[in-house]
């Protein structure tokens, strides 16, 4: 039997103690369009009246552009992920000091965020990253179940495009260390790594199979969790993959977020019927302890 904790976006923005910056959220001014507009790529290319609707609500945006570019997300897709894959956390980023605290205990990480912050955390503490169910002394056990910048298919092709095709790829994924996946994201110019779109419904449209292989793992661990910690990751009903599973479970549900959080976590609550599911107004960084105190409990 093993522990889960899911960790979302709220988490890597939260964490701290991260170079260089704190990695964005979905909106916002300094939000992930703002930080692919500054980049001077694709995102920088838009209409403005396309901008203007990244800027307002990610997903929305992402479903447009789809529409725009005709189905041919990979160029932007590589460059969300290079976005992403740049962080690297210090020494006291919430990450490593997690990881310090429970790492070596049967717990399983899941996360919805494409950034490298746990792999890079645990790498830090000597730790491989295994992307399964593994469990050794020697690595921590992450499921991404979004994908992840780092899972960049085992093949090169040049000067492909691909458009409204239900699956793009499908091919065997490595996932590669930081280093890699940077070089790839900026020397590719057909493939992108195998991350669902930042949209609606979550398509994936690079090696989906191993994605999928990802959420029948995750949907295993939560089904076999003891406990369950959400970290940083908002209610949205409309993923039924992550909130109708954690739904089902049986385990107690550990829930940090922000004041305005609760409505929403509370609705679910009700509407699922799960008594044993606890909000706590807290941090990334002020919630380990009480992970490590619930998990220390026989």
């Given at each position: 039997?093993?522990?889960?904790?899911?960790?979302?976006?709220?988490?890597?923005f939260?964490?701290g103690?991260?170079?260089?910056?704190?990695?964005p959220?979905?909106?916002?001014?300094?939000?992930?369009?703002?930080?692919?507009?500054?980049?001077?790529?694709?995102?920088?290319?838009?209409?403005?009246?396309?901008?203007?609707?990244?800027?307002?609500d990610?997903?929305k945006?992402?479903?447009?552009?789809?529409?725009?570019?005709?189905?041919?997300?990979?160029?932007?897709?590589?460059?969300?992920?290079?976005?992403l894959?740049?962080?690297?956390?210090?020494?006291?980023?919430?990450y490593?000091r997690?990881?310090?605290?429970?790492?070596?205990?049967r717990?399983?990480?899941?996360?919805?965020?494409?950034?490298?912050l746990?792999?890079?955390?645990?790498?830090?503490?000597g730790?491989?990253?295994?992307?399964?169910?593994?469990?050794?002394?020697?690595?921590i056990?992450?499921?991404?179940i979004?994908?992840?910048?780092?899972?960049?298919?085992?093949?090169?092709?040049?000067?492909?495009?691909f458009?409204?095709?239900?699956?793009d790829?499908?091919?065997?994924?490595?996932?590669?260390d930081?280093?890699?996946?940077l070089?790839?994201?900026?020397?590719?110019?057909?493939?992108?790594?195998?991350i669902?779109m930042?949209?609606?419904?979550?398509?994936?449209?690079?090696?989906?199979?191993?994605?999928?292989?990802?959420?029948?793992l995750?949907?295993h661990?939560?089904?076999m969790a003891?406990?369950?910690?959400?970290?940083?990751?908002?209610?949205?009903?409309?993923?039924?993959?992550?909130?109708?599973?954690?739904?089902?479970?049986?385990?107690?549900?550990?829930?940090?977020?922000?004041?305005?959080?609760r409505?929403?976590?509370?609705?679910?609550?009700?509407?699922?019927?799960?008594?044993?599911?606890?909000?706590?107004?807290?941090?990334?960084?002020?919630?380990?302890?009480?992970?490590?105190?619930?998990?220390?409990?026989?």
């Amino acid at each position: 039997m093993s522990s889960l904790i899911l960790l979302g976006a709220g988490a890597s923005f939260g964490s701290g103690n991260v170079h260089p910056s704190a990695p964005p959220l979905g909106t916002g001014p300094d939000g992930l369009f703002a930080r692919l507009e500054a980049a001077g790529g694709e995102a920088a290319s838009l209409p403005e009246s396309l901008k203007e609707l990244f800027r307002s609500d990610f997903e929305k945006g992402m479903a447009e552009y789809y529409e725009y570019s005709g189905g041919n997300v990979m160029r932007f897709q590589r460059e969300v992920a290079s976005c992403l894959a740049q962080f690297t956390p210090g020494d006291s980023n919430a990450y490593v000091r997690l990881l310090q605290a429970v790492g070596g205990r049967r717990v399983v990480y899941a996360s919805l965020n494409y950034d490298l912050l746990i792999e890079l955390s645990a790498a830090s503490l000597g730790l491989g990253t295994c992307y399964g169910l593994d469990f050794s002394e020697s690595h921590i056990n992450v499921l991404k179940i979004h994908g992840s910048s780092n899972f960049w298919p085992s093949l090169t092709l040049k000067g492909c495009t691909f458009a409204r095709n239900q699956v793009d790829v499908e091919a065997p994924i490595q996932p590669l260390d930081q280093a890699a996946t940077l070089h790839r994201c900026a020397n590719e110019d057909s493939l992108s790594p195998a991350i669902a779109m930042y949209a609606e419904g979550k398509a994936v449209k690079v090696s989906p199979s191993y994605v999928q292989h990802q959420q029948t793992l995750w949907r295993h661990a939560v089904s076999m969790a003891t406990r369950v910690f959400v970290v940083g990751v908002k209610v949205h009903n409309v993923d039924v993959h992550i909130w109708g599973e954690l739904a089902k479970s049986k385990a107690p549900l550990t829930y940090f977020g922000r004041s305005p959080d609760r409505y929403q976590f509370e609705e679910w609550k009700a509407n699922c019927g799960k008594k044993n599911a606890y909000f706590f107004e807290k941090t990334f960084q002020e919630c380990i302890e009480v992970i490590r105190g619930r998990l220390l409990r026989k």
